[in-house]
Nanobody
Framework: QVQLVESGGGLVQAAGSLRLSCAAS????????MGWFRQGPGKEREPVAA????????YYADFVKGRSTISRDNAKNTVYLQLNSLKPEDTAVYYC???????????????????WGQGTQVTVSS
């Protein structure tokens, strides 16, 4: 059983930056593909970014491409999401998720992820 704990959310002004962290425990972290998802008010949960087990392959949703970086540190059992040039429409609860991965690939489908964190709120003011 993998436990995930997100941190780093908060209130930031538009054009600002945040670095979200997700600490994993209870499993062999390097065996898991990781993803970040978000859910805004009244919206469905959507993928933001994903990363393969090794960190060598990544995915970004179009709405964060060019202003976001996903990374992982397998020695620290942690995955990160750097968010830059934040916009009010980025306001959402951001969730970290993990999936057992037999291949070194990413997935943007929330249905592929078995474990989820509790989420961290990101609020961007205009």
């Amino acid at each position: 059983q993998v436990q995930l704990v997100e941190s780093g959310g908060g209130l930031v002004q538009a054009a600002g930056s945040l670095r979200l962290s997700c600490a994993a425990s209870g499993g062999t972290f390097r065996w898991y593909g990781m993803g970040w998802f978000r859910q805004g008010p009244g919206k469905e949960r959507e993928p933001v970014a994903a990363i393969s087990r090794s960190g060598g392959s990544t995915y970004y949703a179009d709405f964060v491409k060019g202003r976001s970086t996903i990374s992982r540190d397998n020695a620290k059992n942690t995955v990160y999401l750097q968010l830059n040039s934040l916009k009010p429409e980025d306001t959402a609860v951001y969730y970290c998720a993990a999936r057992p991965a037999y291949a070194d690939s990413w997935s943007s489908s929330r249905h592929d992820y078995n474990y989820w964190g509790q989420g961290t709120q990101v609020t961007v003011s205009s």
